[in-house]
């Protein structure tokens, strides 16, 4: 049976849980056990996929087409395990199964309520599909004492009594603040949240302390005697210099030995961290710097790109450069070609991500233009490549009007929305007016490459599988035309129907996916288009 370890928050919010989270399953990984980690989120949204980036950071979208929270991300990035659908539940998806099944009688007349239903939905969630696992990690959203969080309090109250205490650990995220005029680091705050925590009926037995500061051992036996922990079981967690450190920093501190002590597992072989000391390495002892601009449309908030700025950091380990990534908005550059020019003449790289909508599309493929005129290595992702199939359609292809139907009624559609595809269920089909969420193209599908391209030689293979997440597409009626204008057409699903991959050519480095590659990005494990591309971007830098 799998052992499960909770990990709730307390004080304020984003102190890090996810992170945290993701490092505890690295070092149970690097010991040999088998791990996986699920997020409780307590919002009433069924998933994040129709949020603003601005109200949640980025979706994270598994192979399986769940459209997650992007903690998600860290634990791929982390523990190479990919994430599926049952591993991320909301609040309103919970609330969904239920009312569906009272809609269709499943309850026999019963009077619906949070106990026991929704608690009993969210242990079900809890434990599915843990059999071949030695951890199950299970994060909770949102701080202790919220009204929305109390259904998943009290499922983890409920289901430590039921696999037993010796099965389940408990492990608190706090914060101890340090007092500038004072001089002191408080614990008061962290007291109050252990209380809180423990009236719902879970008491803590580790509490990893957030600090700016060092925690010295008095404070340390001070929270552990008001928290009641064992003073080993406060480990103080300091700001680190990497996110990729936060693994090695938390072993260094006892976090790994202390929740297995708490599980009564004492011969536990030690942690292989040689793939970490390796990742700091890479990350602290660059042998150069080069810089991308990022030309987006919610650059303000970089949680809206975050898969993305670790992609290109994971390309910068592994040609031991450091990436100096440049956020650009896209606006800007609708303004005119002198800012155009002045802000994008000193990067290494281009590189256009994903997004919806019309904002900021021509100063995207005003980007693409100067990219594919003065041989700057360039990435499009999603509409980054749309951007630049518009582009060349424009400016090396004679169709003037090109756009997208995103934006409007268009006699050129270049690109347009997609009806139908096929996956492994057999033909999708949708329509303008259906759901947002359902008429996305979501999760893992193949592409074929053509075998001479490129993008071959950067993957190695002619056989890819690759995430998606978007709901329109280049219409391939305009392929002749383009590539007629120097845009290959390198990859394409398995039935030539839908353009995956275009590239250039004539170019140093030119090319856009409609896909998500850096979704699958690791540390460990850079993705070979990220990889590439910083490398197009270092041989650049020697060129200017």
Same mark, same amino acid.
């Given at each position: ?5 909770? +990990? ?31 997020? &409780? ?72 309520? *949070? ?19 030695? $951890?199950?990690?299970?994060?909770? =959203? ?14 983890? #109250?409920?289901? #430590?009594?039921?696999?037993?205490? !010796? ?95 708490? &599980?009564? +597992? ?6 292989? %961290? ?30 809206? /790109? ?29 303004? =005119?070609?002198?800012? %155009? ?16 909508? !019309? ?18 290595? $360039? ?27 995103? $934006? ?5 559609? *270049?690109?347009?929305? +997609? ?6 269920? =057999? ?17 893992? /599908? ?22 998606? #997440? ?7 009626? /305009? ?18 129907? @839908?353009?995956?991959? *275009? ?15 850096? @979704? ?8 070979? %288009?990220?990889? =590439? ?12």
């Amino acid at each position: 049976m799998a052992r499960f370890i909770f +990990i709730t928050g307390g004080v304020v919010s984003s102190l890090g849980k996810g992170l945290m989270a993701a490092s505890l399953a690295a070092l149970l990984q690097a010991r040999g056990f088998r791990v996986r980690i699920r997020k &409780f989120d307590p919002y009433l949204n069924v998933d994040p996929g129709t949020m603003s980036p601005y109200q949640h950071g980025e979706v994270y979208v598994t192979d399986d087409g769940a459209e997650t929270d992007l903690d998600l991300g860290h634990y791929e990035r982390f523990t190479g395990v990919a994430a599926r659908q049952s591993d991320n539940v909301t609040s309103g998806r919970i609330y969904q199964q239920i009312i569906t099944k009272e809609r269709r009688g499943d309850y026999l007349g019963a009077t619906v309520q *949070v106990i026991p239903h929704v608690t009993d939905a969210i242990k079900e969630f809890a434990q599915a599909d843990t059999d071949d696992l030695d $951890f199950v990690l299970c994060e909770i =959203g949102g701080t202790v004492g919220d009204i929305e969080s109390l259904p998943f309090i009290e499922a983890i #109250r409920q289901l #430590r009594n039921e696999i037993g205490r !010796e099965n389940s650990v408990s492990v608190h995220v706090t914060l101890v603040p340090y007092i500038a005029a004072a001089g002191e680091l408080k614990t008061k705050p962290t007291q109050h949240s252990v209380r809180e925590l423990a009236s719902l009926g879970v008491q803590p037995d580790i509490l990893l302390c957030r600090c700016e500061k060092p925690l010295p051992d008095s404070e340390r036996a001070k929270i552990a005697q008001f928290c009641n922990v064992r003073k080993e079981a406060v480990i103080p967690a300091l700001d680190a210099d990497s996110i990729y450190s936060v693994p090695v920093q938390y072993h260094g501190e006892g976090l790994d030995s202390e929740v297995l002590r708490a &599980f009564g +597992i004492h011969d536990a072989p030690d942690p292989d %961290l040689t793939r970490w000391y390796d990742i700091m390495d890479r990350k602290r002892h660059p042998e150069g710097e080069v810089t991308i601009g990022v030309v987006g449309k919610y650059v303000s908030l970089p949680d809206a /790109y975050k898969s993305l700025n670790e992609a290109l950091v994971h390309g910068g380990m592994a040609n031991r450069v450091k990436v100096n990534i440049r956020w650009l908005d896209a606006e800007m550059f609708e303004k =005119g070609e002198e800012d %155009l020019v002045a802000k994008l003449e000193p990067m290494h790289g281009i590189l256009v991500p994903g997004g919806f909508g !019309e904002r900021g599309s021509e100063g995207k493929i005003a980007s693409v233009k100067f990219a594919r005129e003065r041989g700057v290595p $360039f990435l499009g992702i999603c509409l980054g490549m749309q951007m630049a199939c518009i582009e060349a359609a424009r400016n090396t292809s004679g169709i003037a009007d090109a756009s997208s139907t995103e $934006f409007g009624p268009t006699d050129e559609p *270049v690109v347009g929305l +997609i009806t139908e595809w096929m996956s492994d269920e =057999g033909l999708q089909k949708r329509g303008a007016d259906t759901d947002l969420g359902g008429t996305m193209r979501l999760g893992a /599908y193949e592409a074929k490459l053509s075998p001479n391209s490129h993008v071959a030689s950067i993957y190695g293979a002619n056989d890819i599988s690759e995430r998606h #997440r978007h709901r329109y597409e280049v219409n391939g009626a /305009y392929r002749d035309r383009l590539e007629k204008g120097g845009l290959a057409f390198s990859g394409l699903s398995p039935d030539g129907m @839908l353009p995956e991959i *275009v590239e250039r050519p004539d170019h140093p480095w030119f090319i856009g996916v409609q896909f998500h590659p850096e @979704l699958k990005s690791k540390p460990f494990d850079p993705h070979p %288009l990220f990889k =590439g591309f910083v490398e197009a971007a270092v041989k650049q830098s020697r060129l200017v």
